[in-house]
C-alpha cells in the first residue's frame, strides 16, 4: 500500500513561492508517474502538473510551477512561484501506477492520493 504525505502549503500573499513535498511511503514510486492536482472551494478537482517520461503541466500554470523529483527519487516537488489568489486551493499529490506518455490529466487515472495540504494566497 502506497501513502503519500504533503507539506509545504501555508498562507502567502501574491507574488510570494511555496513549495510543496510529497513523500510516498510504503514502495518505491520511481516507475510511477506523479502528479499534482488542486481543488479550489465549490469547484472540481483539477490538474496542475505530472512527471513521468515527460512533465506536463496545466496551461494556468506553467511557467509559474515546476514538479521535480530528487534524485534517490523519494520525494516529489512543486515549486510554486509568483503565486495568484486563483492558486488557492487544497493541493493533492497523486500516483499513477503507470508510465503512460504523456502523464495523465485525469483524476481518475491515479490510483494513490495524499491528504492533501492548504494553499492560500491573499491579494
Known amino acids: 500500500q502506497v501513502q503519500l504525505v504533503e507539506s509545504g502549503g501555508g498562507l502567502v500573499q501574491a507574488g510570494d513561492s511555496l513549495r510543496l513535498s510529497c513523500a510516498p511511503s510504503?514502495?518505491?514510486?520511481?516507475?510511477?508517474?506523479m502528479g499534482w492536482f488542486r481543488q479550489a472551494p465549490g469547484k472540481e478537482r483539477e490538474f496542475v502538473a505530472a512527471?513521468?517520461?515527460?512533465?506536463v503541466y496545466a496551461d494556468s500554470v506553467k511557467g509559474r510551477f515546476t514538479i521535480s523529483r530528487d534524485n534517490a527519487k523519494t520525494t516529489v516537488y512543486l515549486q510554486m512561484n509568483s503565486l495568484k489568489p486563483e492558486d488557492t486551493a487544497v493541493y493533492y499529490c497523486?500516483?499513477?501506477?503507470?508510465?503512460?506518455?504523456?502523464?495523465?490529466?485525469?483524476?481518475?487515472?491515479?490510483?494513490?492520493w495524499g491528504q492533501g495540504t492548504q494553499v492560500t494566497v491573499s491579494s
Open positions: 512527471s513521468g517520461r515527460v512533465t
Open positions: 497523486a500516483a499513477d501506477r503507470s508510465l503512460g506518455w504523456p502523464p495523465s490529466k485525469r483524476t481518475d487515472d491515479y490510483d494513490y
Open positions: 510504503g514502495r518505491t514510486f520511481s516507475s510511477y508517474t
